[in-house]
C-alpha cells in the first residue's frame, strides 16, 4: 500500500524553528514534484512550498525567506524546514507528492501509473 507518512509537527514559539518530514513508501517506482500545503482554522487549505524531482522550488509568498523546502530522492522524502515561524503558521501542514505506483513487470521493465497522493497532515501549532 502506497502511502504518505508526515512528521515534525509541534508546538513552538513565534521565531522558533520546526522541520517537517514526509516520506513516501510501497511499491514506488519513482516520485515526482513532492509538496506541502497547510490549513488553518477557517481557511482554505494553500500551497506552502512546492519542490521538482530536478529540485526546481516555489514558495508561496508569505513564507519565502523564511521557509525552505528540499528533497532526498534516495529516501522518497521530502522536508520543510520553518523558520522564523510566526502565529499565522500555525495550521495543519499536508504533504503531498506524484507517485509512480509499481503494478507489475513487463519483459523485465515496471509497468506503473502515477497518481497523486496526501498525507494524513500534522499540527503545526505557533504561539506568540
Known amino acids: 500500500q502506497v502511502q504518505l507518512v508526515e512528521s515534525g509537527g509541534g508546538l513552538e514559539q513565534a521565531g522558533g524553528s520546526l522541520r517537517l518530514s514526509c516520506a513516501a513508501s510501497?511499491?514506488?517506482?519513482?516520485?515526482?514534484?513532492m509538496g506541502w500545503y497547510r490549513r488553518a482554522p477557517g481557511k482554505q487549505r494553500e500551497l506552502v512550498a512546492i519542490?521538482?524531482?530536478?529540485?526546481?522550488?516555489n514558495y508561496v509568498d508569505s513564507v519565502k525567506g523564511r521557509f525552505t523546502i528540499s528533497r532526498d530522492n534516495a529516501k522518497n522524502t521530502v522536508y520543510l524546514q520553518m523558520n522564523s515561524l510566526k502565529p499565522e503558521d500555525t495550521a495543519v501542514y499536508y504533504c503531498?507528492?506524484?507517485?509512480?505506483?509499481?503494478?507489475?513487470?513487463?519483459?523485465?521493465?515496471?509497468?506503473?501509473?502515477?497518481?497523486?497522493?496526501w498525507g494524513q497532515g500534522t499540527q503545526v501549532t505557533v504561539s506568540s
Open positions: 503531498n507528492a506524484d507517485l509512480r505506483v509499481v503494478t507489475g513487470n513487463y519483459d523485465g521493465q515496471p509497468e506503473w501509473y502515477e497518481n497523486n497522493y
Open positions: 519542490i521538482t524531482r530536478g529540485g526546481s522550488t
Open positions: 510501497g511499491s514506488i517506482f519513482k516520485v515526482d514534484a
